[in-house]
């Protein structure tokens, strides 16, 4: 106190407009790269999407609807786009049935347990993308691990990557661990209080879990479903690995039109069209989930 | 819970977890095995993958210049989300749920995407991607979230009356960031680099779009090896990758804990 007394002092209100003044510089950093390479980027992608296709140079500086005719008119777009939300729509689907056991069972572990369990979760993360494509690669392969086992106990062998079936399997392992977070903390705010208070009323284990533990989970089921949606949409490395040429999805044909046919108006508004879709996908969805969320409130 | 669900719930938990972890220690394994495919069982144990990787001049230039590339990255995604964060936590208030959402949003976009948009974007403005910058750049947008997020979680935790008994104890702004606010925020500040290090080092879309002759990364050098070749000099090289990984959250357990790496306490 005396000390503090005997510092020089400034009227409070002066302090407290400069050292605001000043804060401000700590901010500017930060906004001036998400200004200058985040806004702008995307604002040039969508103004591109505008412009006329050229030969000699990226784009004429004239403007024009036909890349989004193109994208729109073009059946065989379509298809790659259905094909691109069919993966992402059953893979959220599928790491939600997987992943829901492997939650609860986290969430009810004493918290040493848990605390490993969620390591082994997060380990996967951890280790690139295209490491992980590789090693299903090496599992999968006509002479793979898989395939011997499938062999040895008489199924036979199966052509298990490059096609569709690799990248099922690609993309429901590299986006479980997402799905077993969201679904963990959702359950671990589950008091198994009210489990016990259910079965001791007489209800059965499958009426306490669809009359209890299901509905007070939405929200991680939600959040889940969302994230691992929208992450599958994106996926590269996987398609492209794991579906060797014969798997074409939206991102893999946006790619091609930029770094193999140097179409960057049409790249940019197929980009645009998917980013569309998706947003207007996860808004029809969280529109469904509220109003199941409601009818359980 | 009766006997039976007592058994088929650990038993399917153990399952699963063996099926996120197998493709993982599969290419270990890989490295290590004498033969060009693995089959069981195993024919030997050879380092001649190894060999074959530390001797491959393109591996070894994407090995470095990666190394290079996170390092850079990191240091500039930790100051840039550490001084963010602290505007955000302690100085914004109308604007504090704008920012954090603002700061967090290149998370939400898709890599691929935003790959593009920076590729076209970086020759709009003459700059193109040799010389690493528009690498460097999109890196850094990926990886400053993390900070971001991690000193947050740090910072809202913490008594700011420590920070003003310092300033009235005499001690300069200065001073008191460096002797007060860093050893508090410390956690935050390393388990935030060390994910943007493991980030960037790791990052596959933002690379290969952005990549330039002679800046080639690990993730992506590998990647076009595989589209060509399927021999375990790709293991060997994934197996240095996850090692240094490992290594590099083995530091932070020495130095924070590990728990600070997922973001509590």
Known sequence: ??????????????????????????????????????????????????????????????????????????????????LTFWFAIVTAAATLLLSYPVAYFMARSPARRKGALLALVLAPLL????????????????????????????????????????????????????????????????????????????????????RI?????????????????????????????????????????IVQAVMDLFNWPLGSALAMVLFAVTVGAIAIFNRIMARAMKGVA | MNARTRFILPTYVILMFTFLLAPIVIVVLAAFNAGEYLTFPPQGFSLRWFENFFASGPFMRALGFSLRLALSVTFVATVLGTLASLFVVRHARRLRDFLRLAFISPLAFPSILTGIALLIYFYAIGVGTSGGVALIVGHVLVCTPFVFISVTSVLVRFDTSIEEASRSLGAGPFTTFRRVTLPLIKGGVVS?????????????????????????????????????????????????????????VILTERFVGLGSLYGDR
Do not use: C
Not at chain 1, 188 to 207: H, M, Q, Y
């Open chain 1, 127 to 210: 280790v690139g993308v295209v490491v992980r494509s590789y090693g299903w690669m090496i599992l999968l392969a006509d002479t793979g691990l898989v395939n011997q086992f499938l062999s040895w106990i008489g199924i036979g062998s199966q052509r298990l990557m490059y096609n569709q079936t690799g990248v099922w399997i690609g993309l429901i392992h590299v986006y479980m661990p997402f799905m077993v977070i969201s679904l963990m903390n959702a359950l671990a705010n589950v008091d198994p209080e009210l489990e016990k208070a259910s079965r001791s009323l007489g209800a059965s284990a499958w009426t306490t879990f669809w």
């Open chain 2, 192 to 248: 935030g680099a060390v994910l943007s290090f493991i980030t960037s080092f790791d990052q596959f879309p933002l690379s290969l779009l952005l990549s330039g002759i002679g800046t080639t990364t690990l993730p992506v050098q590998l990647f076009d090896y595989l589209r060509f070749s399927f021999d375990p000099t790709a293991a060997a090289a994934s197996t240095v990758s996850v090692v240094i990984t490992v290594v590099a």
């Open chain 1, 213 to 253: 533990v299901w509905p007070l989970s939405l929200p991680g089921v939600a959040a889940g479903t969302v994230l691992v949606f929208v992450l599958a949409v994106s996926a590269y490395v996987i398609p492209s690995l794991l579906g060797g040429y014969n798997v074409l999805t939206a991102p893999l044909l």
């Open chain 1, 1 to 82: 106190m005396n000390t503090a007394a005997s510092a020089p002092v400034q009227s409070p209100r002066d302090s407290k407009r400069t050292k605001d003044r000043r804060s401000w510089l700590l901010l500017l950093p930060g906004l001036v790269v998400l200004f200058f390479f985040f806004v702008l980027p995307y604002a040039n992608m969508l103004y591109i999407s505008f412009l006329t296709r050229a030969y000699d140079e990226p784009y004429y500086h004239v403007a024009t609807l036909d890349n989004y005719v193109n994208v729109m008119t073009d059946g065989f777009n379509w298809e790659i786009i259905g």
